[in-house]
């Protein structure tokens, strides 16, 4: 059947203030992050802040998409207040929120893959460095992909606040027994293995990516293990959290055809925050720029100086034990980041793994500071 809406001009404003201000909020969250790491040559060379750098660009573009909202819906779009666009910039809308909506999350899901390439490969970051053009090519495929062939089918429509894939009127075709004016008529087989499957796989990728991980290392060194098991689960309980709201809105109306405002304002405003939950797991996770701390302390020694004009010893640690990080951070921060690496004392567990079976064709060389 088709999907009934019914939403006051209260609600209506609601749908459309409330995630603008998220999504302002976010933008200024992922604009920082690039920021950050375009102005560090140290954050530049290495594979977690560039993909953290592809994920805050994507992060951007969405939260664009989500200011232009409702106003780039058809003019005269019955259940969206403030419509005032035409089929051509709906039609915008849709492409640019597909590519956006599934970048996003598929950069966030590879750095799991990166952890296990750190952890497994003690951080020779040699011995995987040709991998990291294929995630940047892999994420932008399928969106890219998909959002091509919605546009070639006419996919792109008015939903609840703004335009994504849809027909017209919405809930048509299948075996609802009302014939879509626009937009293909098997539209659920759409959103169930074009929308709804990929979801549901980079929620799966990572999730079975961080547990390998966690079993291998185990059966390795069982000390190390926790920190892995803490790490990958900070990483996994925001994947879910940011998703989860949007997952249950889409269910209830594409699956059930059903409603719900509260759900559909909640799941609006916590996706548009999501710059702001990616600068939460950036900042726990990545290690400190050692020249943007010798601005703060004279007790850096000059060693990292020499790394950073190098800009080829990505992965290896950096004595920036002298350096002081804000008490939010430093409290957050794990003794040693599978995701970026960091300096580690000499009786951590970390350092004794790290080290351990060593070729001598890997020993660190010129300037970079050993494990």
Not at 168 to 194: A, F, K, Q, W
Not at 226 to 235: D, E, F, M, V, Y
Request: some cysteine; aromatic content about 10%.
């Amino acid at each position: 059947m088709s999907v009934t809406l019914e939403i006051s001009p209260l609600e209506q404003k609601l749908l459309n203030i409330l995630p603008r201000i998220a999504a302002s909020i976010s933008f200024c969250c992922a604009s920082h992050m690039t920021y950050t790491i375009l102005k560090s040559r140290y954050y530049r060379s290495r594979i977690y802040h560039r993909l953290i750098l592809g994920c805050s660009i994507y992060i951007i573009i969405l939260n664009m998409v989500t200011f232009w909202g409702s106003a780039a819906a058809p003019a005269g779009t019955s259940h969206i207040s403030g419509a005032k666009g035409t089929i051509a910039t709906c039609s915008a809308e849709g492409f640019l929120y597909q590519v956006a909506v599934f970048i996003v999350p598929l950069y966030y899901a590879a750095l799991s893959c990166l952890s296990y390439l750190h952890v497994t490969n003690k951080f020779k970051i040699e011995r995987f460095m040709w991998i990291e053009k294929w995630l940047h090519l892999g994420v932008h495929s399928y969106p890219l992909g998909s959002a091509i062939y919605f546009l070639s089918i006419d996919a792109y429509n008015p939903i609840i606040t703004s335009c994504w894939v849809a027909s017209v009127p919405l809930g048509c075709g299948g075996g609802s027994g009302e014939i879509c004016t626009r937009g293909p008529d098997n539209i659920g087989d759409l959103h169930l293995y074009m929308l709804g499957l990929p979801n549901i796989l980079i929620a799966l990728g990572p999730t079975i990516i961080i547990m390998s991980l966690y079993i291998k290392v185990r059966r390795q060194n069982a000390r190390i293990s926790s920190s892995i098991a803490k790490q990958g689960l900070t990483l996994l309980l925001m994947l879910y959290w940011t998703y989860l709201f949007r997952w249950i809105d889409a269910a209830m109306i594409f699956g059930g055809g059903e409603h719900s405002h509260v759900i559909t304002l909640i799941a609006n405003i916590n996706g548009a925050l999501i710059g702001v939950w990616v600068s939460i797991i950036y900042r726990i996770f990545r290690s400190d720029d050692p020249l943007m701390h010798s601005a703060h302390s004279n007790n850096i020694t000059e060693q990292p100086s020499k790394q950073q004009n190098k800009g080829d010893c990505e992965g290896k640690a950096i004595d920036t034990t002298k350096a002081k990080p804000g008490p939010v951070v430093k409290m957050c921060k794990p003794e040693f980041s599978i995701f970026d690496g960091n300096n580690i004392p000499d009786d951590s567990p970390w350092q004794s793994y790290l080290s351990e079976g060593i070729d001598l064709e890997y020993e660190e060389e010129e300037d970079c500071v050993q494990f």
